[in-house]
């Protein structure tokens, strides 16, 4: 099986990690494509903008503390991320195979509106290579958000910025990869 994990990660988190880790720790899982978004988000604020090289920089990060990281594939997006995550099921190297969107026990509407979106690319594309499947994680972090994070990063809250970053992983590369150039307006 292959998962297609899509979002905007702006920035990505300890929960987002937990997905992919809760996704590698299944026997059936070969590997997981994260498919991230372009578009720019700001803090609340807008002192602080992330972009999609913030998103690929932090999750270089977190992967390099994986066990495999090769079993993780970064996808930047050129367009809709749910619509590019749904593309892979037509992928050469997924045929024959199955394929779940990443979602954590907090968004189970993410596996049914993949499934919906690859049942409706049929029409254009054909069968898929990949058989879509719903295959969720029990992984919850209910107190971090994406949005909470560029607040905190706008206004210099470090300890609620130790709290979001995963196991393994620096708070000051955190905050250093996310403060870097073209972070700030």
Not at 7 to 25: I, M, N, T
Not at 99 to 120: C, D, L, Q
Not at 156 to 162: D, F, H, I, R, V
Request: net charge positive.
């Amino acid at each position: 099986m292959f998962v297609a994990y899509f979002g905007g990660f702006k920035p990505p988190h300890k929960g987002h990690l937990a997905v992919v880790e809760e996704y590698l720790s299944m026997p059936d899982v070969l590997s997981v494509y994260v498919v991230y978004g372009q578009k720019t988000r700001a803090s609340t604020d807008r002192k602080i903008r992330l972009n999609a090289g913030h998103t690929k920089s932090i999750w270089d990060l977190f992967i390099s503390t994986l066990d495999d990281p090769t079993r993780v594939k970064l996808v930047k997006a050129e367009g809709n991320t749910l619509v590019e995550a749904a593309s892979l099921a037509w992928s050469p190297e997924l045929a024959g195979s199955t394929i779940t969107a990443g979602y954590g026990a907090k968004e189970p509407e993410y596996g049914s509106r993949f499934v919906n979106v690859i049942n409706s690319m049929q029409a254009d594309r054909g069968i898929p290579m990949a058989t879509p499947v719903m295959v969720p994680t029990s992984s919850n972090e209910p107190s971090i958000s994406s949005t909470m994070i560029r607040n905190a990063l706008a206004t210099n809250n470090t300890s609620y910025l130790e709290g979001v970053v995963p196991r393994g992983v620096c708070v000051r590369d955190y905050i250093s990869i996310l403060k870097a150039a073209g972070a700030r307006i």
